[in-house]
């Protein structure tokens, strides 16, 4: 029983060692936890911080340069400055033309303002540039009345049909010819209850006045350049943009507007 006892004692002396090895142990290993997670932290935050400043410089710099731009935008030409500029676009003389076709009122597909106002004022200014146009150059008008339908995939699909929907296309050209052309594109009709302005009336405008200082060069173009108004681009593109003569040696450019707190951006797809 001594022998015993004394053992069991000298057991019991040693198990503190173990137990304080096991502490120290849990404790380190806790302490090394808890520094890795506050360093992780710590570098996530300082990421955090870092991004927040790269973006922020980002629309800084961004601002910086609308700012600029917006400060630096040529002067809008009145017809008082044709006589001082005249191969320069008129501002004055492109609004004119903007206010006639929002005059008409709104004008979706198929209605007398679409199909008739805007489209005799279009042809009527086409007239007017052709006749003062230089000899060194022609221009040729087509009115295209298409008729079709193609197949829509998104949602639950559905097939679009158009019946002699109406397209203005205007062919300028060097009067010996042109083997390749360029495509401008633009819709005059607009969405119910609305005149439009901006969509797109405001590029058939642009174009108009394009076209007229296109005409008045004293040098022939080398390619022609095909000016599509569109008259059914709000019923889910139901236009045909391709001139009869140039299908397959095209280059197109469709013209749209985009404004915000006076600022007008022009993008194309």
């Not at 052709?130 to 009115?143: A, G, K």
Request: proline share 4%; charged share 20%.
């Amino acid at each position: 029983m001594v022998v015993s006892t004394s053992r069991a004692s000298e057991s019991l002396r040693q198990r503190p060692k173990s137990i304080k090895a096991s502490v120290l142990s849990r404790t380190q290993l806790l302490y090394d936890d808890g520094g890795s997670k506050y360093d992780k932290n710590r570098s996530s935050s300082v990421l955090s911080e870092g991004a927040f400043l790269v973006v922020f410089g980002y629309f800084i710099a961004l601002t910086w340069v609308a700012v600029l731009v917006h400060n630096h935008e040529p002067v809008a030409l009145t017809l008082a400055d044709v006589g001082a500029n005249p191969n320069v676009f008129i501002e004055e003389r492109a609004r004119d033309h903007l206010k006639s076709l929002t005059a008409f009122g709104p004008r979706p597909t198929g209605s007398y303002a679409n199909e008739v106002l805007a489209v005799d004022y279009i042809v009527r200014q086409v007239q007017f540039i052709e006749q003062r146009c230089r000899r060194q150059h022609t221009i040729e008008v087509d009115i295209q009345k298409p008729s079709g339908s193609f197949n829509l995939d998104f949602q639950d699909g559905f097939t679009s049909s158009y019946v002699r929907v109406k397209n203005i296309l205007v062919k300028f050209e060097p009067a010996h010819g042109a083997n390749h052309s360029v495509m401008v594109n633009c819709h005059y009709d607009s969405v119910p209850g609305s005149p439009g302005a901006s969509d797109d009336a405001v590029s058939c405008a642009v174009m108009l006045e394009v076209l007229f200082l296109l005409s008045q060069y004293e040098k022939p173009f080398r390619h022609a350049i095909v000016f599509s108004f569109n008259g059914a681009e709000e019923n889910i593109l139901q236009v045909n943009m391709w001139h009869k003569s140039d299908r397959d040696r095209l280059c197109h450019s469709g013209w749209f507007w985009a404004a915000a707190a006076g600022q007008t951006f022009i993008y194309e797809f």
